[in-house]
């Protein structure tokens, strides 16, 4: 890519930094530059998000179905599957899917609620209810 | 307490991180792309089976922490790697470490990595920073991707080291031993094992899905997306590719623009002027990755999505690794 040519387009990550380029400048030689964005890869990255915010909105309405506890909806709201979660709780992953059954989550005692409280970064009250507040 | 370091940007946050960690303790010729191309970072691996991220596992550069590791061995600098069970205990040798003046690396997870924007936050655990300093509760955080020097409190530091899934990093800190003096001659050598390395990774590696026949392998398979995994998903999986390829720490074009730099770098050391022809076939690589970027986001906004454009999205990896192999070979045929 020639130095010339460098995308300065809006992305996320041009709010926070600009980005190192590896570019040619009129003589050949490779020089660095920096980027705001390349609008090619923000619709990559936009089209990742709205995926996921399809998964988690489908979550949802799988929890208000009764069809699957509030676990689930964390899940995809943290982009964790159960390996990751098994991990971050120490539960085994027989258990997490065993607490992904509304009627199994109701019943969690308050040390196993802790533990996806803190693995999904929320309180105990919004693991429950799905109220989260942040941006 | 705040130890002498300067903070440097770099493309790619391992490669920045061992230019800097390299620079700090007296290796002055070191530049990002020499500790890429020293390290045999240049890599084309689409591993079948693994999902990441509910799309294809592609990679454009070498397994993580393999690029410090071999610059440093190249260099003959010795090498300090540490992983910890307590978190306590990765806290306290990392005090040791700023107590002793010595900026360290750390691998980290970028999931619950505050400064970093919300849509860039997965669940990656390979990410690299350096720590030069604590001031009250914060340490002094030098991020390669970021312009400026940041910071972490302890809490949002000990929660990244030991961020979990997938190549976990266990709090694991690393550092080369210095003062170092490292001679042209030595960079020099340095750099003919690099390429003869990154030559073999790409023209010799087992397997169908990885090296340059992985390119064409993937180009192949992209054709039949369409049918097999419909319209809606093959354009993820094509974001998925674009991201790999583009997203924080490339360089751009997949690493290929750097791997180019890094040969016109090596002329300075080594007066052959078949680097800079070489070269020149990797920018014209990098290139290719980018019109083959722009082609799909042509799919994935849905402007395009016929067999047609998918074809042609396959063809331009398939030409991509001829040009690759071309080039490798070459480098293989130097002699040094």
């Known amino acids: 890519m020639e130095q010339k040519n460098v995308p300065q387009d809006e992305s996320a990550l041009g709010k926070v930094t600009r980005e190192v380029c590896y570019v040619t400048d009129e003589n050949g030689n490779y020089v660095t530059d920096l980027s705001t964005g390349w609008e090619v890869k923000k619709d990559a990255l936009d089209a990742a998000w709205k995926d996921i915010d399809g998964r988690i909105a489908a979550a949802m309405q799988k929890v208000d179905a009764s069809e699957a506890s509030p676990l689930l909806f964390f899940m995809e709201y943290r982009l964790m599957d159960i390996n990751i979660l098994s991990d971050y709780t120490g539960l085994w992953k027989w258990q997490i899917k065993r607490h992904l059954k509304p009627t199994v989550f109701k019943k969690l005692s308050p040390s196993t609620l802790q533990k996806y409280a803190e693995a999904f970064n929320v309180s105990i009250d919004s693991l429950k209810s799905m109220h989260i507040n942040e941006g | ?336």
């Open chain 2, 1 to 336: 307490m705040k130890v002498n370091f300067e903070h440097r940007q770099a493309a790619h946050c391992e490669t920045g991180v061992t230019t800097s960690l390299l620079q700090n303790i007296g290796v002055t010729q070191i530049t990002e792309p020499l500790a890429f191309g020293i390290g045999a970072g240049l890599f084309f691996a689409h591993i079948p089976l693994i999902k990441i991220n509910n799309g294809p596992a592609i990679a454009f550069r070498t397994l993580p922490g393999l690029i410090f590791k071999r610059t440093c061995n190249a260099l003959g600098i010795p090498v300090t790697r540490k992983k910890f069970r307590s978190k306590e205990e990765a806290a306290n040798f990392l005090q040791r470490q700023i107590d002793a003046g010595n900026p360290v690396g750390c691998q980290v997870g970028v999931y619950y990595l505050p400064y970093f924007p919300k849509e860039y936050r997965f669940h990656f655990n390979a990410h690299n920073l350096i720590v030069f300093g604590k001031e009250g509760d914060n340490y002094l955080v030098s991020d390669p991707i970021m312009e400026h020097a940041t910071s972490l409190s302890s809490y949002e530091l000990e929660r990244v080291r030991f961020a979990k899934g997938a190549l976990a990093p266990k709090g694991q800190i690393y550092y080369p031993t210095g003062p170092a003096h490292v001679t042209d001659e030595q960079i020099k050598k340095a750099i003919i094992k690099g390429i003869q390395k990154n030559v073999r990774n790409m023209l010799n590696i087992p397997g169908w899905f990885a090296g340059v026949k992985g390119i064409a392998y993937t180009g192949k398979n992209i054709k039949k997306w369409r049918d097999k995994l419909g319209l809606k998903t093959a354009g993820l999986y094509l974001a998925q590719l674009v991201r790999m390829q583009e997203e924080i720490g490339t360089g751009g074009g997949g690493f290929r623009y750097i791997y180019a730099a890094f040969l016109q770098q090596a002329y300075a050391y080594i007066p052959n002027e078949q680097l800079l022809e070489i070269s020149k076939e990797f920018t014209k690589a990098g290139d290719m990755w980018r019109n083959a970027a722009v082609q799909a986001a042509g799919i994935y906004k849905g402007r395009l999505g016929s067999q047609e454009d998918f074809d042609v999205m396959g063809n331009y990896l398939i030409d991509i690794a001829v040009i690759e192999r071309n080039a490798f070979t070459a480098l293989k045929n130097i002699k040094w």
